[in-house]
């Protein structure tokens, strides 16, 4: 291969990741990987095999062929709203870097990837393979008719960690830990989605568009995205008291709830330029600071 087609190769590849917004990864796969921690530890208890590499291998596998499959298939039925917003104007598609065609290709056989890992992780996990991707791909489309989108945001989100934990154990059983992660997880997306969306709040209103913050303006959406963001904590507080965990998760817990108060305090009526560090950075570190302090937790119980 020359170096003219490596080249063409990987701007092809950086494009794929860009259009997926593969850095995002950041935010899901943190908490897909605690879950299967606790899970792991709730199905050795219970006399189970608990993780294994192959089964972490293919948790990987699912989550990545799951994300890129939503993510593609929002950029395809979003790529009309994309070209006339001008912070979106510049994405893949509108823009004619990747065609329908290829994206439609890429969706598709993410999905793949996404059903046959899952079948590879037990039949429970094909079984609910399907539900999976009519959720992570019709939250695309809630933004045109419910200002609930975010809700379903949340909820594709936090398919992950349930996911995992029936990835790991092979069963429902022991849903307590997992349910209240998920609703953690929900709550915490759809909270600093509410943030992000607040930029598009105009274009909208203009095009029809729902949001939170286009139904109940800036304050309403930073009380409304504050409200959810409590739920989060409450919920994590609630998983670490009836899961027995230690100081570790503890300490995760408050770090938690720390960073979601400087998110918060980055964001005001008045003054909207720190929503890119908020969303992105803030978000990032909550994510890693739960897989860490979780993992700590496991590795020390």
């Known amino acids: 291969m020359n170096a003219v087609s490596r080249t063409s190769l990987w701007e ?25 921690a606790l899970a792991h530890v709730w199905s050795v208890e219970h006399g189970g095999e608990g993780m294994t590499l192959a089964r972490l291998v293919w948790i990987l596998l699912a ?11 929002n950029r395809i039925v979003d790529r009309k709203w994309d070209a006339m917003n001008p912070r979106t104007a510049d994405r893949e598609i509108p823009a004619g870097v990747i065609g329908v065609k290829t994206a439609w290709a890429l969706t598709l056989g993410s999905a793949g990837v996404f059903v046959l890992s899952s079948a590879m992780l037990g039949r429970l996990a094909l079984m609910l393979s399907p539900l999976c991707l009519a959720v992570v791909g019709g939250y695309s489309l809630f933004k045109r008719f419910s200002w609930s989108s975010h809700l379903m945001l949340g909820l594709a989100l ?52 729902h949001s939170i913050p286009a139904r109940f303006g800036v304050v309403g959406a930073l009380w409304i995205s504050g409200g959810l963001h409590v739920v989060t ?35 005001r009526p008045g003054d909207l330029s720190k929503l890119g560090k908020a969303f992105f950075d803030v978000n990032g570190y909550i994510s890693l600071a739960y897989l860490g302090c979780t993992l700590v937790d496991v590795w020390l119980g």
């Open 12 to 36: 092809t590849f950086a494009a794929f990741g860009r259009m997926v917004r593969l850095s995002h990864t950041i935010f899901g796969l943190p908490f897909a990987l605690a879950s299967a």
């Open 63 to 73: 989550f990545t062929g799951a994300r890129t499959a939503a993510m593609g298939f």
């Open 158 to 209: 936090a398919l992950a960690p349930a996911g995992a934990w029936v990835a790991v154990t092979g069963s429902l059983d022991g849903w307590a830990t997992p349910g209240m992660l998920m609703v953690a997880v929900a709550s915490w997306v759809a909270g600093f989605d509410v943030l992000y969306s607040l930029g598009d709040m105009e274009f909208d209103k203009k095009v029809g568009l």
């Open 233 to 267: 904590v409450g919920m994590l507080i609630g998983l670490h008291v009836t899961a027995g965990l230690g100081w570790p998760h503890a300490v995760g817990v408050l770090l938690i709830g720390g960073l979601l108060g400087v998110e918060h305090a980055l964001v």
